[in-house]
Nanobody
Framework: QVQLVESGGGLVQPGGSLRLSCATS????????MGWYRQAPGKERELVAT???????NYADSVKGRFTISRDRPENTVYLRMNNLKPEDPAVYYC????????????????WGPGTQDTVSS
């Protein structure tokens, strides 16, 4: 069974930085798209950034120029570097995996990690 686990959240001051990591476990040979989403209290979950198997990235307008998504393909791990954090960035950040190859089948599963809390406070 494929699982995702996020790490790296925490408390930082405005303007600070955090690096989130998302590790995968289970039978995975390759992954189609991985991404980060976030959900603040009282709000819907929203896209932060995605990266596909070719390395193409997509960012929400609110984080462009501040956040960088990257992936370690051999380790099937995805990262989110968050710089210049703002008071509107705090949320639970969720890792997402959409589609993977398990060595036998191409799976179309859309999987989520449990989330990691990011807090920005002065």
């Amino acid at each position: 069974q494929v699982q995702l686990v996020e790490s790296g959240g925490g408390l930082v001051q405005p303007g600070g930085s955090l690096r989130l990591s998302c590790a995968t476990s289970g039978r995975i040979f390759s992954i189609d798209t991985m991404g980060w989403y976030r959900q603040a209290p009282g709000k819907e979950r929203e896209l932060v950034a995605t990266i596909n198997s070719g390395g193409s990235t997509n960012y929400a307008d609110s984080v462009k120029g501040r956040f960088t998504i990257s992936r370690d393909r051999p380790e099937n791990t995805v990262y989110l570097r968050m710089n210049n954090l703002k008071p509107e960035d705090p949320a639970v950040y969720y890792c997402n995996l959409e589609g993977y190859y398990d060595g036998t089948y191409c799976r179309t599963d859309n999987l989520w990690g449990p989330g990691t809390q990011d807090t920005v406070s002065s």
